[in-house]
């Protein structure tokens, strides 16, 4: 389980994630919560969160200002290894030593 500044994450022993929370922080992963399968680790930054799936690619959701909204450099997230965050992003650690951010 992780925990931001307003919400929750955890992932089930399936591989799915139950959400928690104000829904601005990541409490609500409706709109992600198809691809939020088979995830093996979330991190949390203040109000969004990232989850690395069994296929090393990334699924975030929550404020877009903190991390929430991955698209702009959803492509070059294969092969994450770790993710590691700050206050207001995500950066991944790719198999091939690369950092996306």
Request: aromatic letters at 4%.
């Amino acid at each position: 389980i992780q925990s931001n500044s307003g919400a929750f994450a955890a992932i089930r022993s399936d591989g799915r994630v139950v959400t928690f929370g104000d829904a601005d922080s990541g409490g609500d992963s409706c709109q992600v919560e198809d691809e939020l399968r088979d995830v093996e680790e979330i991190q949390a930054s203040h109000a969004a969160f990232a989850a690395i799936r069994r296929d090393q690619t990334v699924v975030t959701w929550g404020h877009a200002g903190c991390g929430g909204d991955s698209r702009e450099v959803r492509e070059l997230l294969k092969g994450v290894q770790k993710i590691q965050s700050t206050r207001k992003a995500f950066a991944a650690l790719l198999a091939d030593g690369t950092v996306v951010s």
